[in-house]
């Protein structure tokens, strides 16, 4: 059985970046994931920490990345 997925919308580009994470919950990963790919198409640069038990994660990256247009953490 195939599956069809709906067309991808063109890609642009974009100097921004995201950093995005999952802040200790296994149930949102796959949306983690699914944000990821969105932020992709769209021509973000995207640093996806995945399940980050611990804000010092996300924050370390933050102070490797000042300029980060945005930190997405999902609870």
């Given amino acids: ?5 709906a067309s991808a919308p063109e890609q ?5 970046l995201i ?6 919950s296994d149930a949102h990963v796959v949306a983690n994931k699914l944000i990821d790919y969105e932020l992709l198409l769209v021509g ?3 640093i996806n920490l995945g399940l980050a ?11 490797a ?3 980060a ?3 997405i953490m999902e609870a």
Wanted: aromatic content about 6%; proline content about 3%; hydrophobic content about 35%.
């Fill in 12 to 16: 642009t580009s974009n100097d921004g």
């Fill in 1 to 5: 059985m195939s599956t069809l997925l």
């Fill in 19 to 24: 950093i995005i994470g999952v802040a200790e």
């Fill in 44 to 46: 973000y640069n995207v």
């Fill in 69 to 71: 247009n945005a930190v």
């Fill in 53 to 63: 038990r611990r804000s010092t994660n996300s924050s370390m990256h933050f102070r």
């Fill in 65 to 67: 990345n000042p300029k």
